[in-house]
């Protein structure tokens, strides 16, 4: 029997054998020309990826929080005004990261399952010279997902930079950098990007690269200072090998990998893919009677989910369960919900296979827990949905 569980997190999640292998390759020097032609092939990929076609694209050993800091770093400056629309625990973060390089941040704080209104953001903008703001694409404790375009709008009709955290939904939420004008959007490798986790990726636009070169005050973060990596993406990116910090060599040869994979998918397709995952998702999770934390279904992320346990379910007893079943589920993350709800990630290279996997185990953990459901009731509605 496979002792292997099905990993159906948030993060990391399933990853393709190809990029593993691609991983396992004996590590060359990171100046080798092979090496040098892969991280080419994977700056020029990213740009393919976000639909950023002239954008500048970063590959910075790190995790998702040296790319949230990359872009605060570096175009931040003491005394500037900075706003977060927060859509949960990684808002918050983003916030708590903005006060190391200026006092001045507001946030402006959604209701649970619920996004900031657009006239909401409009007013706060319009009480302050900001020079930039972030949103969360999709926070991955709430499952909440923002609509990057009137954001994006707000961000050109006032002159404010707009930061997209893209970490749970770069390559499986639809995102159109350049044509909807968002100045940077930054992932880990971790998630939809489909590699393990290490790298931090990060595209930005020709507007946010201006304000950077003209900044007054040198970046305070020595390591992430595009000073630094710059030159080295600049380099690679014409096939030049250039050392700022040995890059994680392994780690971008299965980067390559795996962009090939999603290029080869196509991003359309992907985009579409994880809609019809999400929703089914979902609806298998409603006929069982389970609420979800984001609101409606236009504020529902396609990359993960959030069902609250139904009533008597224990949390802890129910994932292990689940896990017993052969499929692993992740805890609640926003501090005050912590125990009453669980988060299930269908990113990436997820199949129907997976996700008809992990609705089945979550079914039957739901009836060790004595939560009584008609068995096969949630497969046959996602069923329905998968087969439209
Ligand atoms: N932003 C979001 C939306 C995330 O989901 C995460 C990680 N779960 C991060 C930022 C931070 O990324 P990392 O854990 O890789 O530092």
């Known amino acids: 029997m496979k002792a292997r569980k099905l990993l159906m997190i948030p993060g990391p999640i399933e990853f393709e ?8 390759t004996p590590t060359t020097s990171h100046l080798a020309p092979d090496f040098t032609e892969s991280f080419g092939n994977s700056l020029d990929m990213m740009k393919e990826v976000w639909l950023a076609p002239s954008g500048q694209p970063f590959i910075v050993a790190g995790s998702g929080t040296l790319a949230m800091d990359m872009a605060a770093c570096n175009l931040v400056e003491q005394g500037d005004h900075v706003l977060v629309i927060s859509t949960g625990y990684f808002g918050e973060r983003y916030a708590d990261l903005l006060r190391r390089y200026t006092p001045n941040v507001d946030v402006l704080k959604a209701d649970l399952g619920k996004v900031v209104p657009a006239d909401q953001i409009e007013d706060q903008l319009k009480k302050k010279n900001y020079k930039l703001l972030t949103f969360t694409h999709v926070d991955t404790s709430t499952a909440v997902i923002n609509d990057p375009r009137p954001i994006a ?18 390559a499986g939420e639809e995102i159109r950098q350049e044509e909807w004008g968002i100045d940077v959007v930054f992932t880990a490798s971790q998630k939809a990007i489909s590699v393990p986790p290490g790298l931090a990726l990060l595209v930005a636009s020709g507007r946010a690269m201006k304000v950077w070169k003209n900044r007054k005050t040198p970046v305070a973060n020595y390591y992430a200072d595009w000073s630094n990596w710059l030159p080295v993406m600049e380099a690679y990116g014409s096939r030049k090998p250039a050392y700022f910090g040995t890059p994680a060599v392994n780690l971008v040869l299965a980067l390559e990998k795996s962009l090939q994979n999603i290029l080869r998918e196509g991003v359309e397709k992907r985009f579409m893919r994880h ?6 998702f979902r609806e298998a999770m409603k006929v069982a009677g389970l609420q979800m934390i984001p609101d409606t ?3 529902s992320a396609n990359t993960l989910s959030a069902p609250y346990y139904p009533g008597g379910v224990q949390g802890k007893e129910f994932l292990q369960k689940a896990s017993r079943e052969g499929i ?5 993350l926003l501090a005050e919900l912590k125990t009453q709800y669980f988060r299930v990630g269908h990113m990436g290279s997820v199949n129907r296979a997976d996700l008809l996997a992990t609705i089945g185990a979550i079914e039957s953990a739901l009836r060790h827990c004595s939560y009584e459901i008609e068995p096969g009731i949630c497969l046959k509605r996602a069923q329905e ?3 439209s």
């Open 275 to 280: 809609q019809k995952m999400g929703k089914a």
């Open 153 to 170: 709008e707000l961000g050109k009709k006032y002159d404010v930079l707009t930061i997209l955290d893209g970490v749970c939904s770069v």
């Open 328 to 332: 692993m589920l992740a805890g609640g």
């Open 297 to 299: 279904e236009q504020v």
């Open 17 to 24: 054998p190809e990029v593993l292998q691609a991983m396992s």
């Open 385 to 387: 949905i998968l087969d």
